[in-house]
């Protein structure tokens, strides 16, 4: 966490954590900063598909050297990725890779936007990724980005031109920013976005282009007149920092995309070539011939005059004085005609006129969460640090809440005062807005238009603080949040979020009964409130049987947890079902789970998902019993395989000698483990060693690139970037004979049925003649691919490599995936015998 340790300790920094806000205790550096950027009237949009898609050294450069305001569309969340640090994925991961860009944003100084596009998965072609995406309604979302926030510039990472050529989403978001470019001034295009906003005209796009596009040699020879380039290497003294450096720790917040880097220093060239638009006269300014002065906006040379003399002449020392002057131009401000000028700059004028001040305003509430129809005390603490003239009028909010104070604030003097917070009776959870609604696969459901494109759910508690500064009214509105301590971590902020009242989650996601044998599980019932008193039953299909029917639910204190447990008797035939646990309280159903994400580099969050898990009757045969797992990049195999009834035990890479090897009949290494596990590669002779002794090794997918280890097998083995991403495509046996398609389980095409997202990635493209491979399988208009599964004999015992998704099918339930990776682990001297007969 070395990144985050800078992150915290940097001055010009926000000490905050996302909604979850500490106010700001700013330098002057960092007012005066501030007010640069308040000075400057231009905006820039980039646009990419994901998460980690964004040039956070462009993106830093355009804020803070330019001083325009920046913004990141990217169409997705990430949601289809993988999962470095954590198990979670899809939706889950998509919540992390969320605030993971807000954590960037705020190092680099953007702003972050989105689309409802669902990251799928990879495509490998824009006409793939927009037969799942509604192209339409992900247009209207380019375009509703536009006309919102309005940029002067669009900046596209990814070349509309190559279809083809790189992952599906990326070419698309190109394809979709160069038509919205067009679209967005026109009134006949998605009409009813002009309730809420006006059509806009960018003056420029450009694609963000490099050497990687053309190649070194190709790119130095390229003619460069149709572009501009940057510096963005420029150092910033008031920081501390120069831009790379700044964008290497914006970047570095993507730690589960293992996006944690070294900071880079000195110049290095950027470049942007020119696609449409006005044409450029001055190659060294993008926003050459663009009026980015307060003479922009009609009645803004006045506040013009104002502001630049204080940036001329700001006193770094007593930042206060300036005050007059902000509110003369805080009132002029208020009369100009241009409403998103007005409202986008009011902003930043206020929050530095709140900082010149010294003000100091926090609410926070006496717990984290609270269910409706709740009362909840709140901690409200005012602080004036300087000589400024500030009266503190009184406290508001939505909910009611109006207490006058009157109170001429004191320099340094903390004022603290206790009130009430009344939650609604029908307040809604704080839920991320765009999983409230079941979706489909290639896009989310929000049926709030005003929502579209937020990066978070706006935050329903606020209080408003209206003061008077030098007899000028202001109201500043804070989130109400969560402050505590901790021993061992110092001051900590949670968001204030409110839940249902109860909550109900079965403790397995996915649940694995081998032929008919009836099976116990564990419902976990979570109070929001005091009192629970209720029923809770299992829904599930009428030829499955779970007893008890229903179980007393009592929960005497708030956060307190209660467990039941539950038969499910399976019926005679294999089955996959859901089932889900709902609990009855005066007449009012819940069957939501409550999930919490807690990692150090993003703020707390909490999401309500539909509490399901799937149960599947399996028909399972299976050899050997213990199992040692080498954890990778995170993944729930080890869970699933305890599951179907091995005892797996998980072995670090100091564990791994002969004594300890010796105890299992097979080891199983994690997905990514050679990317991210350095110590591994000290091990392998001895894994070697453990499968010519007549052990079974399993080695799961790993990147093409940045492998720790040397040799990841004992044989020839050259990994690549050959996947199949359609989960529905043709799978060939192609070696029908070998023990671990035929024991102890048959396996058959239908064993690849229902699989999910995808077949497999990174499967080697080359490997020794000691290779066996099992199955073939490709996706449309591509060459088959061979390297999804391959088996060789090493002495007495197995190496196996898998570049099949195992780690997406586990949690699915994907029989045909359990059945399959059983007969990898099973396999032993027997089959060696068999797979000889069988040959003959």
């Not at 940036?311 to 009132?331: C, G, R």
């Not at 909840?376 to 909910?399: D, F, P, Q, Y």
């Not at 399996?618 to 009834?645: C, F, H, W």
Request: aromatic share 10%; with cysteine.
């Amino acid at each position: 966490m070395q990144k985050i340790t800078l992150f915290v300790f940097l001055s010009f920094f926000s000490l905050s954590l996302s909604i979850a806000q500490k106010p700001k205790t700013p330098s002057s550096s960092e007012i005066y900063e501030s007010i640069q950027k308040l000075n400057f009237l231009g905006s820039v949009l980039y646009v990419a598909a994901h998460p980690d898609d964004e040039n956070t050294r462009l993106i830093s450069y355009m804020a803070n050297k330019v001083k325009a305001r920046t913004a990141y569309l990217s169409l997705t969340r990430g949601d289809g990725g993988q999962n470095l640090i954590g198990p979670e994925i899809r939706e889950l991961l998509g919540v992390i890779r969320t605030q993971e860009l807000l954590a960037a944003r705020r190092i680099d100084g953007g702003e972050q936007l989105f689309t409802r596009a669902n990251d799928f998965g990879y495509s490998k072609h824009p006409d793939e990724t927009l037969e799942i995406w509604d192209k339409d309604q992900v247009l209207s979302d380019v375009v509703l980005a536009i006309r919102q926030f309005k940029p002067d510039i669009i900046i596209n990472r990814f070349d509309h031109r190559t279809p083809g050529t790189t992952h599906g989403h990326h070419t698309t978001s190109a394809m979709l920013s160069v038509e919205a470019f067009d679209l967005a001034n026109k009134n006949d295009a998605y009409p009813n976005q002009l309730k809420q906003t006006s059509t806009w005209q960018p003056k420029r796009l450009f694609y963000n282009t490099s050497w990687w596009r053309y190649g070194r040699e190709a790119f130095e020879k390229l003619d460069k007149s149709n572009m501009i380039n940057f510096d963005i290497g420029t150092y910033y003294p008031l920081k501390g920092l120069s831009n790379n450096e700044l964008a290497s720790l914006a970047s570095s917040q993507h730690l589960c995309q293992g996006f944690g880097r070294l900071s880079q220093r000195g110049s290095q060239q950027e470049y942007i070539e020119f696609l449409k638009g006005d044409p450029i006269t001055d190659n060294t300014n993008i926003f050459d011939g663009i009026d980015t002065s307060w003479n922009r906006v009609n009645g803004g040379t006045a506040i013009g005059n104002i502001l630049y003399d204080i940036e001329n002449n700001f006193n770094f020392k007593t930042p206060s004085v300036h005050i007059p002057k902000l509110l003369e131009a805080y009132k002029l401000l208020q009369k100009i005609d241009n409403e998103h000028w007005r409202t986008q700059k009011t902003k930043e004028l206020k929050a530095i006129i709140e900082m010149c001040a010294g003000l100091y305003l926090e609410v926070s509430a006496e717990t984290n969460w609270a269910t409706a129809n709740d009362v909840v005390g709140l901690n409200i603490e005012v602080l004036k640090r300087s000589n400024s003239n500030i009266t503190l009028e009184s406290l508001e909010n939505a909910s009611g809440l109006k207490v006058s104070k009157q109170i001429e604030l004191k320099e340094n003097t903390k004022y603290n005062f206790k009130e009430s917070l009344i939650i609604n009776k029908d307040a809604k959870p704080t839920a991320p807005y765009w999983l409230n609604e079941k979706g489909s696969l290639g896009m989310y459901k929000v049926n709030n238009s005003n929502l579209i494109g937020l990066p978070e759910t706006p935050r329903l508690f606020k209080i408003d603080f209206h003061v008077l500064i030098n007899k000028t009214p202001i109201t500043f509105t804070k989130n109400v949040i969560y402050r505590f301590s901790k021993p061992d971590k110092g001051e900590l902020y949670k968001p204030f979020e409110i839940i249902p009242e109860v909550t109900a989650k079965i403790t397995e996601e996915v649940i694995i009964l081998n032929n008919n044998q009836q099976r116990d599980i564990t419902v976990v019932v979570k109070a929001g409130r005091d009192n629970i008193e209720g029923d809770l039953e299992i829904q599930h299909p009428s030829d499955w049987n779970i007893f008890p029917k229903k179980q007393k639910v009592s929960i005497a204190n708030k956060g307190a947890e209660q467990k039941l447990i539950f038969t499910v008797i399976p019926p005679n035939n294999q089955s996959e079902v859901t089932i889900t646990p709902i609990v009855h309280i005066d007449n009012k159903n819940y069957s939501k789970e409550l999930i919490e994400i807690d990692y150090e580099h993003i703020p707390f969050q909490t999401v309500l998902l539909p509490s399901e898990s799937k149960i599947v009757r399996l028909d399972i045969k299976k050899r050997g019993e213990n199992i040692g797992y080498i954890q990778g990049a995170g993944d729930v195999v080890p869970e699933s395989l305890q599951q179907i009834g091995y005892n797996v035990r998980i072995i670090t890479p100091d564990e791994i000698n002969t004594e300890t090897l010796s105890r299992f009949d097979a080891v199983v290494v994690g997905i990514r483990a050679y990317n991210i596990v350095e110590d591994l590669n000290f091990k392998q002779q001895e894994l070697f060693d453990f499968v010519a002794n007549g052990g079974n090794m399993i080695v799961q997918y790993n990147w093409n690139r940045r492998l720790k280890v040397t040799d990841i097998a004992p044989y020839p083995l050259q990994l690549s970037r050959d996947r199949v991403t359609d989960e529905n495509a043709e799978v060939r046996i192609i070696n029908p004979n070998h023990p671990v398609l035929n024991s102890p389980n048959k396996i058959t095409q239908k064993d690849f049925e229902n699989w999910t997202q995808e077949r497999g990635l990174y499967f080697p493209n080359s490997w020794g003649p000691e290779f066996t491979p099992i199955l073939s399988m490709n996706d449309k208009n591509e060459t088959e691919k061979e390297g999804s599964l391959l088996i060789a004999k090493y002495g007495k015992g197995r190496y196996i490599y898998t570049g099949l998704s195992f780690f997406r099918e586990f949690p699915e339930g994907v029989s045909g995936a359990y059945r399959l990776f059983a007969n990898m682990l099973s396999l032993g001297k027997e089959d060696l015998k068999l797979e000889a007969k069988l040959n003959d």
